[in-house]
């Protein structure tokens, strides 16, 4: 007796189990009466990311997985003068100490020279508290290293610039104000500057027509401020570099202006060869970035970035953390709200950013085109590390990375509700790798975000451990799309243990020569039809589990891909090969349009059962590719 031909004996081992009459699993994972393996026990579940415990303040949220929030319900608050709402407390919070009885500090040390300033007192003062300084640059000319310039409640305005081993200690932040109120001829002029060594700004607020606060100077040490807010200074609020070293405590910096060109604004800026150190910081309404950190290392700690706007001359920008130059930063406990364009932008070859136990939520697109509004955005060949944090509701992209030699590491990762841009709703997907740009992501979630829970692109390498992908939905303004991973352009694509659930038009697509598509352990369900098949393409729904075409290849091994709109595999001018797994309850099992493809090869243990056809060869039409972001 002669051996059927390949196409034909699958032909025959396909229709094994058709129809809607099988039974339930059993215990090994087959159909009854399906053509499965006996031996598959279903694909393994993915680990969740791990969020908690949440660090001391936060509060943990929600479920599978919970998220810790920094802020009590309602968010963070809107402080009155001297105060700031820090990540972790559960209110606004006096920033420095209490305002004394007096007219000075109550905590003078006895032990070192102090020389004291008041706003009332005449001219020609010794700094004694019978006859003080009436302005601070007269304390400063007059001390000796170590000396403290006890600066009592008042107005004080004039530059003041420090020199070494000074300490600048106001009476308290809310009453000692230092400012200047016409612009310096200078060029980088500060309100408060120094390039010594030991200087510290203590206890009291500063503004103007000036930069805040500045510490500069190659070999500078030491330097210190604590309890201190900047507030209205032009340009930038708090500048470091290049060459000093500074640490920060209980800082505060908002409302800075730009330069006269409508450029800058930061809140901190720090410059190459620099070394910042910082902990209980907010930076809000700064503009351009609020972090600016080029060729420097800075490490922050419990740190609030809110609302920081476009600059005035192009409209584009308004970052919370801009790293670039080969500068290396380290952020844990962060929380990033409203700010433009792009959270975080981490660029240039040498830079690395590691980020843990943090917060990303509703960047705004910028003010120029009303585009972007992306929470991470590394390319040309930075680096970046992602632990316990959490992307939400910002726009266009959560992450995007880019551009050969670019890394990013992700372990514990969220990414949910990401919004199409301001400009036309388009996109809103989670996460984007592309330009040869490497990504791998252990322990994510992508949840509820629009049209593309996850891109590779043109090249890029992307690997996913534990990854789970609910809820993507179609495009906002066009109602396409909804793809939970889609790979083109030559990406490679690896992974275990992933479930895929809800996503719209295909949950997997892999297109283009070259694009390699390999997992393992994989659960995909409940592909939906696009959006738009309810309004204007109700022929052009789709629905498919798994989609290979134009040359790319998809390898697969122990799965169950069920409860799809419309075909559970669709292999169209693509390959695909199939191992141990389930193709259940869909109106087709496999559609097959690539001519001469070999349908053993999604037959190696598969079981299709509950289908309404297990196998279909007609031309059904395919969804348009992704022009990527």
Known sequence: MSRPPPLLLALIILAVGCGGDDGPLDDAGAADGGSGDAGFEGAAPPELPGMTPCPEGWREVGEAPAICEPWPEGGPLDCGPGEAHFPGAPACARIGTACPAGEWAEDLPADVPVLRVSATAPTGGDGSVAAPFAAVDEAVAAAAPTTVIAVGRGTFTGAVRLSAGLTLLGACVSETHITTDVPSSLRGAAVVSTRASNVVVRNLRISGADKGVAFEGDGVT????????????????????????????????????????????????????????????????????????????????????????????????????????????????????????????????????????????????????????????????????????????????????????????????????????????????????????????????????????????????LSLMDATVLDTESEGATGRFGVALQAQGGARVDGARIVVERSRQAALTAAEMGTVLTLSDLRVTDTRERACAATDCPDLGFGDGLISTLDAWIEVS????????????????????????????????????????????????????????NLDMSALPLPEPSTGF
């Open 222 to 461: 030491g330097g210190r401020l604590e309890h201190v807010l900047v507030e209205g200074a032009t340009s930038a609020g708090w500048v470091v570099g290049p060459g000093a070293q500074v640490t920060g405590q209980n800082v505060v910096v908002r409302d800075t202006a730009p330069a006269s060109d409508g450029l800058f604004g930061h809140g901190l800026a720090v410059g190459p060869r620099s070394d910042v150190q910082a902990e209980s910081i907010v930076f809000e309404r700064n503009r351009s970035s609020a972090i600016a950190v080029l060729e420097a290392h800075v490490g922050l700690v419990d740190l609030a970035v809110r609302d920081t706007d476009s600059n005035l001359l192009d409209l584009r920008q308004g970052m919370a953390l801009e790293v670039l130059g080969g500068a290396n930063v380290e952020v844990e406990r962060a929380a990033l709200e409203g700010n433009r364009d792009r959270a975080l932008m981490v660029s240039e070859p040498g830079t690395t950013l590691a980020m843990s136990r943090s917060v990303i939520r509703g960047t705004r697109s910028r003010l120029s085109d009303r585009s972007e509004g992306r929470g991470l955005f590394a390319f040309d060949g930075a680096q970046v590390e992602l632990t316990q944090v959490l992307f939400g509701g910002n726009r266009e992209l959560g992450l995007m990375i880019a551009d050969e030699s670019t890394t990013t590491a992700l372990a514990d990762v969220v990414v949910r509700g990401t919004l199409g841009r301001e400009r036309d709703d388009l996109f809103g997907g989670g996460l984007a790798a592309q330009g040869g740009a490497t990504v791998t992501a252990a322990r994510t979630l992508l949840s509820g975000n629009l049209g593309i829970g996850a891109f590779a692109g043109s090249g890029s390498t």
């Open 558 to 613: 122990r799965f169950v891909v069920g409860g799809s709109a419309r075909a559970g595999v669709v292999i169209a001018g693509g390959t695909m090969d199939l191992h141990a797994g389930e193709i259940v309850g869909n109106p087709i099992g496999a559609n097959v349009q690539t001519p001469g493809f070999d349908v053993m090869r999604i037959s190696d243990g598969v079981a299709f059962r509950d289908n309404d056809r």
